[in-house]
């Protein structure tokens, strides 16, 4: 069953200023958590869901059903928005809303090869059909190429002795389980680390997860292209779990928020100079200790909102 609690549930979908007959889109379907509490305020709207995992996907499907039909699901990366969204002849929308990271599920079963505390084969593809797995990574990709993701994607100081140590193991011998591994990256670092609280593979993992979905880049493009998409008074809610993700999603929103090319000395500035969208919240919205209190994955969690307020130039 896939079981997973919805980080920001109240504050993200509130967030959304939900119509009831509006067109609203949920990139990361998961465990449905806000594609149910968006539904139930649909009447006359449509609800388009996306998620690359068919597991996923197939316990949404009747959860969904048990509120209404108006709604479709699409088995693809949300890189893909605007171009199945077209599909259905739809073009415009008046939400969406992005859950980044992995959902608990996929944590939770072992055999999806994401987590350091369950034994399985090297893997982390949240789509199944990707040729890019971990262990492609761990043991094909260059010593500079390993080194780069564990410095870019989680800012490992030890990267190279562990990009080091993999080289090694796996001229011996192919590094084929997420324990194999572990005890790999665990060789590699000194023991004053090891002996520090939090999983001493965490980051590795976290790195490796990232570049096997190419998750900074589909998201980069997916926000921007939502963007592009948004009714006026639409709304986007995004919910991060670490910095990186959270640093693309802040620069893009100020990006759009801010007057830019103004001749000095105007003293009204002119409806086509005006940002075409306004932030929601200055701050990004966190967990309350309430909800921290029964979901440790919530501890990361960031929520950003933004609104467009002026139409896209035809």
């Known amino acids: 069953m896939f079981d997973h609690v919805t980080v920001l549930l109240n504050e993200a979908v509130e967030g959304l200023n939900i119509k009831e007959d509006g067109i609203y889109v949920d990139c990361t379907l998961g465990g449905a958590g806000h594609s149910m509490a968006i539904l139930k305020q649909l009447t006359s709207g449509h609800l388009y869901c996306f998620d690359q995992d068919q597991m996923a996907i ?25 171009e199945m969204l077209a599909s259905e002849n739809i073009t415009k929308v008046d939400g969406i809303i992005f859950d980044l990271g992995v959902s608990s599920p996929q944590f939770d079963t072992g055999e999806r090869g994401f987590s350091y505390n369950h034994d399985a084969r090297l893997d982390m593809r949240m789509d199944k059909s ?19 993701i564990l410095y870019k994607y989680a800012d490992e100081k030890f990267a190279k002795q562990i990009a080091r140590k993999i080289e090694q193991k796996r001229k011996i011998k192919p590094i ?27 980051k590795t993992f976290q790195a490796l997860r990232i570049a096997v979905n190419d998750e900074l880049n589909v998201f980069d493009k997916a926000l921007k292209d939502a963007l592009d998409i948004l009714n006026v008074n639409g709304r986007i809610a995004v919910i991060t779990f670490h910095s990186l993700e959270d640093k693309i999603c802040k620069y893009t929103f100020n990006d759009v928020t801010k007057l830019k090319d103004v001749p000095a000395g105007l003293p009204v500035i002119p409806d086509y100079l005006q ?34 307020v002026v139409e896209n130039e035809a």
Do not use: M
Not at 58 to 82: M, P, W
């Open 130 to 148: 990707n040729d890019l797995d971990a262990y492609k990574i761990v043991n094909t990709w260059s010593y500079e190429q390993i080194v780069e």
């Open 176 to 202: 084929e389980t997420t324990f194999e591994l572990v005890e790999v990256i665990k060789d590699a670092l000194p023991a004053s680390v090891l002996r520090k609280k939090g999983h001493p593979a965490k």
């Open 275 to 308: 940002p075409k969208f306004k932030l929601v919240n200055k701050k990004p919205i966190v967990a309350s200790k309430a909800e921290l209190a029964v979901n440790h994955r919530a501890h990361s969690a960031k929520l950003r909102i933004i609104e467009r």
């Open 58 to 82: 197939d316990a949404a499907k009747s959860r969904l059903e048990a509120i209404g039909d108006n709604f479709t699901i699409f088995y693809s990366n949300f890189v893909n928005l605007k």
